[in-house]
């Protein structure tokens, strides 16, 4: 801002306004730096939140990836029942071989598709149709993990089972145990990962390993936040959603005789 001022003359002065008394000088506006000032240190602020933000997400990242197992371990303990999470022939297989070794009583395979019989499956595993005929139920109703959650819910306490074997990927248990947990919080779980179809710590060298982890550490993180504000899966406005349709309170499983 510029202003005019008044000043003693100078006897020296070469400036004929600054010899009368009179001269131009420039006062800036206190308020211009102060605001600038201001908006250095809030874009700094909001820079340095969003780098903390994404070191932390990278982190945790890491810790979600190499606490993933590489390979398959015998139950330490046996249960009452055994869960089966649709998703891969490998996760069948390998409840079926459980069922059979006699580490639980019954079997439920969660999220069978519609079109896929009880015949369809058991030639998967053509050596263990006498277990599919007495000890193996379906469920045809689960569409997702907050699915399999519920019907497993409806299933354990159907059977009156305390404690159940879960088996399903390595890189899909964390989440299907908070699920479980929600659903069914005093209820024993014993994981059991399939971990024949993904190797975890391959991601920094498989573009599509990378992809698979780091879609499901997103969904892990908004599963985790979802359960602290929701008291039952069944009354679940995200379950709603993405089932297409609130889960029904009766139980489409398809089972046999004990």
């Not at 939140?49 to 606490?67: E, K, N």
């Not at 019989?117 to 109703?141: A, T």
């Not at 299907?176 to 929600?182: F, G, I, N, R, S």
């Not at 209820?187 to 499901?216: F, M």
Request: proline letters at 6%; a neutral charge.
């Amino acid at each position: 801002m510029t202003s005019r001022t008044q000043t003693w003359a100078s006897p020296h002065a070469t400036d004929p306004a600054e010899a009368l008394g009179w001269r131009w000088t420039m006062q800036s506006d206190p308020a211009i730096p102060a605001e600038s000032s201001m908006t250095r240190r809030l874009l700094s602020a909001v820079l340095w939140s969003f780098a903390a933000f994404c070191l932390a997400g990278f982190l945790g990242f890491l810790a979600f990836v190499y606490s993933l197992d590489r390979s398959e371990r015998p139950p330490e303990t046996r249960a009452d029942g055994i869960v089966a999470l649709t998703g891969g022939a490998q996760r069948i297989g390998d409840a079926i071989d459980l069922l059979a070794k006699g580490y639980a009583k019954r079997l439920l395979i969660s999220g069978v598709n519609e079109r896929t019989s009880r015949d369809q499956i058991s030639r998967l595993n053509p050596g263990q149709r006498q277990l599919f005929e007495c000890c193996v139920d379906l469920d045809y109703r689960a569409r997702n993990t907050i699915g399999n959650a519920i019907e497993t819910r409806r299933w354990t306490e159907r059977n009156g089972f305390d404690t159940i074997i879960i088996v399903t990927s390595n890189y899909h248990m964390p989440r299907t145990l908070v699920e479980l947990d929600h659903a069914l919080p005093n209820l024993q779980k014993i994981p059991y990962p399939v971990a024949a179809t993904i190797d975890p710590h391959d991601w920094w060298s498989n573009p599509a390993t990378a992809k698979v982890l780091a879609l499901e550490y997103l969904k892990l993180l908004a599963v985790w936040v979802r359960t602290r504000f929701e008291d039952d899966p069944e009354r679940s406005s995200v379950a709603h959603i993405i089932s297409g349709g609130a889960p029904s309170q009766q139980a489409n499983v398809e089972t046999t005789s004990h």
